[in-house]
DNA sequence: CTTCAAAAATGAGTCAATTCATATTTACCC
DNA sequence: GGGTAAATATGAATTGACTCATTTTTGAAG
């Protein structure tokens, strides 16, 4: 039952998200005001409020649309994964660490990453930790599913490894994402060095 | 050269930084005002702003406090370390989990940590940044000095492997924090098995 | 087509961090 | 002492996120 007052709440967050990511993009998280945010998305500002949170709430629905193609992404290393365990995970982390930045900039992880620290409880925070969480989770996937062709040793915890993996990566890419001058292509090496350090010891 | 300004200048600083330690304490970062700290340091609010950047500076100044009796807690594992390689490591992260929440409050954690992601360029952000360094560091020499001992193979690389296992800890700190519900034992179990999955492997 | 209650939008008002023009204090010279 | 410039303290004004009492819109009933 798609009545009018339903279709507009689904239009009037449509157009919050698309002017918060435009706006988000050009100016930055920071600079770019929630006033603005409505005007540019035709509402008023307590609207915005109806809708999320808070203004990292608003951010964090842009980030989410951009993990999520991450993961969709992700997901073609797990269907025809590389026959070395060390290159598989090193394919998903490349995936994962290009298109970080295709449509959020280092500020605007900055913000998301910061404010799911600040505020874990919160509607943005447990959101920011779920995409956390898909994406460890996909890791796990990569690990059992290279356990059961046999590219790692039986004897591996699953769950474990792939849980380090995962929040060595993560830890390299808040890093990143801290150091403005430090190019993509820096972050890959330096995880592919780290992933090969641990597969090599324990695959 | 003492003159009366220079020493006027040290006793307020050190009145700001008590002030704030004391009530981040007791009401959390969030919970404190600026112009409460200043009236409890009997200054003015201009004042905290000529020797800090932020109220984030003013955590920082009081996180830095604690970090550093952590530090100087960690020498003494350092100094005779346990002779099992995975042992020496447990200790030390030992040290910093249950020192860490001796002093500040996992939210006052939660808001330095989030602050220096948000802004790594700030003063804030760079001195956060070194005491994590310096606790890498003491990682890394520590493992170093294992190698001496043959407590740990030859072939390990010292600085990778300190960093993995610093960034590893760290990362489960952060969640530590994050977790209001969490408590002391389960992140340092959680650690330890993390810490052992890694030394076995590689030691 | 009215009437009305529930749902949703609105924007002026509140709150707390930060700034900055002004006032005060110190150190130094004569 | 007295005068003066540099250093420092001050708090009223600014800013921007967020709230909430009020107004407007929608959907359903008669």
Redesign the pocket.
Known sequence: ?T???????ID?DRRIVEAAARLFREFGF?G?????I?EQA??????????Y?????VLIAVVSLEVNEVISAGESVLTRPPARAADAVDALFDIYLRHSLHYLSKEMWRAAMSMSILHPESRLGRHYGQLDEKLCQQVCRLLAKLKRQGSIGGAIDVEVTGRILFNTMNMSFMNFVKEDAMDVETVIEAVRRQSETMMTLGG
Do not use: P
């Not at 770019?32 to 603005?36: A, C, D, L, W, Y």
């Not at 949170?53 to 709430?57: A, H, L, R, T």
């Open positions: 039952m009545g009018l007052r339903q279709r507009q709440k009037r920071e770019v005001k929630i006033e603005t409505a035709g509402v008023s500002v307590g609207t915005i409020y109806n809708y949170e808070s203004k990292g709430d």
